[in-house]
């Protein structure tokens, strides 16, 4: 939001500490006018439409969970890792609910893990989104996808 002045953003977490830590942020880059935090789970404290939904939400599996390294868990809550048994479980509920919250024309662009990007895809693809782009990483890995709703 710092190298877009006229950008203004909703930003969403169930957590009060990482929103707060969140806000921290907002303030030290001179954006906080232009930001509003809301805690809640998922679109919960929603009620607008927007022209970008932007999420990176969890997406470690079980399996990677338990094989995870302490570095990662000693930092991160469980709850922003744990994606559920295929990563996927809130990739599920953000693409099943966007819509709703969505101007028509309007982008989403998710995070995904390293081998979630043709699943993610499907994923958008079957409710209906299009013009879905997977971007990769400095080190070649999936990263992002991109899809545009039309109704």
């Known amino acids: 939001m710092a190298e877009a002045p006229r950008l203004y953003g909703v930003a969403i977490d169930l957590s009060g500490p990482a929103l707060r830590v969140a806000a921290g942020n907002a303030d030290r880059l001179a954006v906080s006018d232009r930001i509003e935090f809301r805690q809640g789970n998922w679109f919960e404290p929603v009620e607008e439409h927007f022209d970008l939904i932007l999420s ?28 559920g048994a295929d990563g996927l479980s809130a990739y599920r509920i953000i693409i099943s609910e966007a819509p709703a919250y969505l101007k028509e024309g309007a982008y989403i662009l998710l995070e995904i893990g390293f081998d979630q990007g043709e699943a993610v895809s499907e994923l958008l693809q079957k409710r209906g989104f299009s013009d879905i782009s997977v971007y990769q990483d400095l080190a070649g890995n999936d990263r992002i996808v991109k899809a545009m709703y039309i109704t």
């Open 56 to 83: 990176n939400p969890p997406y470690i599996d079980d399996i990677a969970m338990a094989a995870l390294s302490p570095e990662v868990g000693q930092f991160d809550p469980e709850i922003a890792l744990r994606g």
